[in-house]
Nanobody, 115 residues
Framework: QVQLVESGGGLVQPGGSLRLSCAAS????????MSWYRQGPGKERVLVAL???????NYADSVKGRFTISRDNSENTMYLQMNSLKPEDTAVYYC?????????WGKGTLVTVSS
């Protein structure tokens, strides 16, 4: 079955960097677009970035110029490089894929930006 496992979260100071990973299995990874979402404390889950199967990408305005989404189809893994982190980036970050019309989500990885 489809499985998505996020990793790489943690505590980082403002201005710092983290790289999140999403390891995928159970489907043909290279054929599907993938996305990162996040849910901050007391907030709704929102789209952060997406990358198509062809490698095209798009970002939420709040992270443009600071975050970079990428994928390694040989490793069935998607990444989110996060630079210049701000306290408002604190959230649980989820990766997701829509496979055969169903949205699959990982369990998330917590990113805390605090001094």
């Amino acid at each position: 079955q489809v499985q998505l496992v996020e990793s790489g979260g943690g505590l980082v100071q403002p201005g710092g960097s983290l790289r999140l990973s999403c390891a995928a299995s159970g489907f043909t990874f290279s054929a599907y677009g993938m996305s990162w979402y996040r849910q901050g404390p007391g907030k709704e889950r929102v789209l952060v970035a997406l990358i198509s199967s062809a490698g095209r990408f798009n970002y939420a305005d709040s992270v443009k110029g600071r975050f970079t989404i990428s994928r390694d189809n040989s490793e069935n893994t998607m990444y989110l490089q996060m630079n210049s982190l701000k306290p408002e980036d604190t959230a649980v970050y989820y990766c997701t894929v829509r496979w055969h019309g169903v949205d699959y989500w990982g369990k998330g990885t917590l990113v805390t930006v605090s001094s």
